[in-house]
């Protein structure tokens, strides 16, 4: 469990790091569209290559839709983030991926359990 939520931090790091920095370079549109394209994939992927025995027999639009909640929301965030704060100094960029890691990373297993739980896929 502790390796998984290590992998989760570095990715979300490095994701916000990525999203901000090419937020200034390239601007609100093609960087929305980059984040709306990485946020359907990891969808997808957790759609096809993430499901629980219980949740295959439950509806197929429920399960991507949780997938897609619980692996796009920190990047929506992230990217909402990088637009309210345009010109960011490299300080703060990186203090703010390193509290948005920590803090997405502690919470993760709940936003996860609250998604699935809601949907009505699975409860515990």
Excluded at 45 to 61: D, H, L, T, V
Aim: glycine share 6%; hydrophobic share 60%.
């Amino acid at each position: 469990m502790v390796a998984t939520l290590a992998i989760i931090f570095l990715l979300l790091f490095s994701a916000a790091e990525l999203i901000f920095r090419l937020r200034i370079k390239l601007g609100v549109v093609p960087i929305s569209i980059i984040v709306l394209i990485a946020v359907a994939l990891l969808g997808a992927y957790g759609y096809f290559f993430e499901k629980s025995a219980y949740s295959i027999e439950s509806s197929q639009i429920k399960n991507a839709m949780s997938y897609t909640i619980m692996f796009g929301s920190p990047l929506i965030i992230t990217l909402v983030t990088a637009s309210i704060f345009k010109k960011s100094s490299s300080l703060f960029i990186h203090w703010f991926a390193g509290i948005l890691s920590v803090i997405y990373t502690g919470l993760f297993p709940l936003i996860a359990i609250y998604t699935v739980c809601y949907l009505g896929i699975d409860c515990i």
